[in-house]
């Protein structure tokens, strides 16, 4: 057997470094087949309609597809304007339903293709902002492929653990200078060395193989000669190069990336002989910078960082505004073709020199003076990864009755707020007893950075929203940041017992060296929340752009297309709401599938244990009361109502005519 061979099975297979590589492949598979959202939802919610402008406009910028986008943005208008009037005039009486059902039918020819409309002409409005090398095309494919700027952890864990045991081992058990004194041991060490290299590099490549097909399949990606400032995300690079060509630059950066830092690693291991100090080392080189520094700094070092993460070098320049002087700050500077040049080729001498020192201090040595080391322990490293899932048990029920409108009451309890002591106070409805909740850590005296957002109530418990500021700041002050965090706490109303079910970070405002910038994510719509519920499955908070939908066991997000202008009712299973075509209309969270009632137009509504209480549009806003499947309509009231409430014991409208308030037992 060949000394590379030897080596192999026992790198490989011996050690499982095969396993581990092929672990590393199957974890971002799966993650990225369960974690993947598109970067527009609506391209993808509303696929053939896109699709029906995209053929029009597929390409480069040009006069007549602008005109006749604008054009199209005209009569849609137009045909929005004459939809909403026609429902009016046949709510109010003054047209009758064929001539209704005559009108939305020409109406219905233009706006045939409207959502499709609505992602093609956001996509116009980017391409405008510099027609020269933005081109129209499906992006969500593209936009998926390069959307990774961060570091990949499964690579990165299995690159440590392939590097530390090539050479510490041997260490562990003194055999280092045993194997020295071969003949093949100049060639034992370069076959590890060929070995650990060339497998980081296929896995490196296998990775980026993997997301290719992945996109490809999922979304496509036509037209990779097309320029890649077509993607927003390099919408400011001055690089001129093609879609496809930028994918194979990050790809190879990646796996240059990769092999340095396993090269890096050999080399620790070999200088410092230990298993744990060479980890801790890897882990230190690679984290500090990528937590604590900022990306106009991280892209300028010769380190494997940059060239992991790599997409900073194809992107343009990014600037913030600032808040006082409103004039623009550079937050990070596009990295010049030579620039990025002279890093690699730095780079790659340093990884050159470390693998040609590792190679030299496994080669016939043992006569070098140096003592052999006697007694050393072997260093056992355990790399536990916790996933924890953030939140508590998800066994409770959510069934009760749930008003946007009335959120702070429910059939048994009501939550009273207090100005001026910022205190808040929980009233049992039946019995009248009033308990002080200013000893609950969620409930005491709140700062200006501390605010309760939202309260859903399903008895025995009380669920509130809440938001905290926090600031960070160094010693020497040149460094500071602030944090937004939303937590969702669950109280019971007899115990007074707090259990943090759900708490995300929305965003972090950092300032360094005096330049301010904020670092968001997928959590920034927390912010913008006005009022959330939830059941066994879900979390659902409610902004003004609609509702989204979060897993309590995943953390995965969705919007739903549910219009949030007006109230939003909810049982425990199903989301009650006015739709654009003002129909009251019920979406059923566990199909995912909204069912209009059709005899139901409705200008505002409430959901009660009864049923619904709705303001009828087509009988003068009158009130009725139908089932929660929109059935059995029954007319209560014949005086015209602007609006319609329930605070869990009794329904209330204000009436059109002098804006009292009627009370009313449901």
């Known amino acids: 057997m060949s000394v590379f061979s030897y080596e192999w099975k026992k790198l490989m297979i011996y050690q499982r470094g095969l396993c581990y590589i092929l672990a590393a492949l199957l974890v971002s598979t799966v993650w990225l087949a369960a974690a993947d959202r598109p970067q527009n939802s609506a391209m993808e919610e509303y696929r053939e309609e896109y699709e029906w402008y995209l053929e029009r406009l597929d390409g480069a910028y040009t006069e007549e597809k602008a005109a006749w986008l604008e054009q199209e943005a005209q009569a849609i208008t137009e045909a929005r304007s004459i939809r909403s009037g026609s429902q009016e005039s046949y709510y109010s009486g003054q047209i009758t339903a064929k001539q209704y059902e005559r009108q939305i039918a020409e109406t219905g020819t233009v706006l045939a293709h409207e959502h499709g409309f609505e992602a093609a002409y956001q996509q116009y409005l980017y391409i405008c902002e510099n027609t020269g090398n933005r081109y129209f095309l499906k992006t969500n494919g593209w936009a998926g492929l390069f959307s990774a700027q961060t570091l990949d952890f499964p690579l990165f864990l299995v690159i440590l653990i392939l590097a530390a045991t090539v050479f510490c081992p041997e260490y562990s058990c003194q055999m280092d200078a045993l194997l020295r004194t071969a003949p093949q041991s100049r060639e034992s060490a370069r076959s590890k060395v060929v070995i650990t290299l060339c497998a980081v590099f296929a896995l490196c490549g296998g990775l980026a193989l993997i997301r290719f097909v992945f996109f490809g399949m999922k979304y496509g ?88 993460l790599a997409t900073g070098f194809l992107e343009g320049a990014s600037s913030v505004e600032d808040s006082l002087t409103r004039e623009p700050i550079v937050t990070f500077s596009e990295r010049s073709s030579q620039e990025l040049l002279a890093l690699l080729g730095l780079s790659a001498v340093c990884c050159a020199l470390m693998v040609w020192w590792v190679l030299r201090q496994n080669t016939n040595c043992w006569q070098s003076g140096r003592k052999p080391v006697r007694g050393c322990r072997v260093a056992a490293l355990c790399l536990l990864v916790l996933l924890p899932l953030s939140g508590c048990s998800v066994t409770e029920s959510a069934n009760g009755i749930f008003n946007s409108s ?10 009273i707020y207090d100005d001026q002591t910022r205190t808040y106070t929980l009233e049992n409805r039946t019995t009248g007893a009033l308990t002080d909740l200013a000893l609950s850590p969620l409930f005491g005296a709140f700062s200006d950075g501390e605010s309760v957002k939202a309260v859903y ?104 297309d549910i219009p949030t202008r007006g109230n939003i009712g909810f049982d425990g299973r199903t989301i009650y709401f006015i739709n654009e075509n003002s129909l009251l209309t019920a979406y059923d969270t566990r199909t995912h599938k ?72 449901p």
């Open 457 to 560: 109530m399903d008895a025995p418990y009380i669920y509130y929203m809440a938001s905290r500021t926090e600031q960070y700041v160094d010693r020497v002050g040149s460094y500071n940041s602030t944090t937004t965090q939303v937590s969702i706490v669950r109280l019971h109303t007899e115990t007074l017992e707090e259990q943090v079910i759900f708490e995300k970070i929305t965003d972090s405002g950092r300032s360094l060296l005096g330049i301010d910038y904020t670092v968001g994510d997928t959590w920034m719509f927390l912010q913008y929340c006005y009022g959330f519920f939830l059941n066994n499955d879900s979390l659902f908070f409610i902004t003004n752009d609609g509702i989204t939908e979060v897993s309590r066991t995943t953390r995965r997000t969705q919007v739903l």
């Open 221 to 308: 990606l036509p037209h990779g000669e097309y320029p890649v400032q077509s993607i927003a995300g390099f919408g400011g690079s001055t690089k001129n190069i093609s879609l496809l060509a930028a994918y194979l630059i990050l790809t190879f950066l990646r796996c240059f990336g990769s092999v340095y830092l396993a090269a890096l690693l050999l080399f620790t291991s070999v200088l410092v002989k230990k298993y744990a100090l060479t980890v801790v080392i890897g882990v230190a080189s690679t984290l500090i910078p990528y937590i604590g520094l900022s990306r106009q700094i991280c892209y300028r070092l010769p380190l494997p960082l940059p060239f992991m």
């Open 594 to 665: 909204a069912r209009p009632f059709r005899n139901v137009a409705a200008s505002d509504f409430c959901l009660t244990g009864q049923g619904l209480y709705f303001i009828n549009r087509m009988d003068s806003d009158c009130v009725y009361l139908c089932g929660r499947d929109g059935a059995h309509s029954l007319k209560i009231s014949n005086a015209p109502a602007l609006s319609v409430d329930y605070d869990g014991e009794k329904v209330s409208m204000i009436l059109k005519s002098d804006g009292k308030e009627v009370i009313f037992e």
């Open 406 to 415: 009335s959120q702070s009451v429910s059939e048994t309890y009501r939550v």
